[in-house]
T-cell receptor, first 114, second 112 residues
Framework: GAGVSQSPSNKVTEKGKDVELRCDPI?????LYWYRQSLGQGLEFLIY????????KSGLPSDRFSAERTGGSVSTLTIQRTQQEDSAVYLC????????????FGQGTRLTVV | DQQVKQNSPSLSVQEGRISILNCDYT??????FLWYKKYPAEGPTFLIS?????DKNEDGRFTVFLNKSAKHLSLHIVPSQPGDSAVYFC???????????FGTGTRLAVRP
């Protein structure tokens, strides 16, 4: 498809397990963001990839969170040893350049840690 | 440190009337501002944007106003329609290559 694709759309995991969330950005988009939205909260920035530059990881809440972007395309957000407070909708967005163009969001992955 | 603030968590307006959603920011380095709309169980969708060199941008029923001296922007929707009912997020960025910083959102309900 032409849009940003995220998988899975829903994930239920047990506390303490690791999870991987995937984002397929729009083809040709060089920049990619991860955000999360907890229940009743706004969009919390996690990490930003821009081309070959070092990613901006300033939003990652703990060292249990990591992300990579392989080949400048697909990105994976990994959460190790999940906790209940990690439950949220994780949103990925991509944009064509790092310039002032709008970011296009995927539908999100709803993560529930039980 | 909330650099982008939407102080009204919710707003209710009558169909056909104007909806005004407000957003304040603290970082004077922001120079590009965007509004996104979000329906439940969907990702945010881009609505309209404005560069800091402008004070107004209009697109159909949607107009964004920017007051740089007050570090304030607003989104006007006129006339409001029931399909406009959603959560609206204000976002800002400093420059090319910067991340988007979002506000906490305002839930708009348009009553038929």
């Amino acid at each position: 498809g032409a849009g940003v694709s995220q998988s899975p759309s829903n994930k239920v995991t047990e506390k303490g397990k690791d999870v991987e969330l995937r984002c397929d950005p729009i083809s040709g988009h060089t920049a990619l963001y991860w955000y999360r939205q907890s229940l009743g909260q706004g969009l919390e920035f996690l990490i930003y990839f821009q081309g070959n530059s070092a990613p901006d990881k300033s939003g990652l809440p703990s060292d249990r969170f990591s992300a990579e972007r392989t080949g400048g395309s697909v990105s994976t957000l990994t959460i190790q040893r999940t906790q209940q407070e990690d439950s949220a909708v994780y949103l990925c967005a991509s944009l064509k350049t790092g310039g002032t163009t709008e970011a296009f969001f995927g539908q999100g992955t709803r993560l529930t840690v039980v | 440190d909330q650099q982008v603030k939407q102080n009204s968590p919710s707003l209710s307006v009558q169909e056909g009337r104007i909806s005004i959603l407000n957003c304040d920011y603290t970082n004077s380095m922001f120079d590009y501002f965007l509004w996104y709309k979000k329906y439940p169980a969907e990702g945010p969708t881009f609505l309209i944007s404005i560069s800091s060199i402008k004070d107004k941008n209009e697109d159909g029923r949607f107009t964004v106003f920017l007051n740089k001296s007050a570090k304030h922007l607003s989104l006007h929707i006129v006339p409001s329609q029931p399909g406009d009912s959603a959560v609206y997020f204000c976002a800002a960025k400093k420059s090319s290559g910067d991340k988007l910083t979002f506000g906490t959102g305002t839930r708009l309900a348009v009553r038929p």
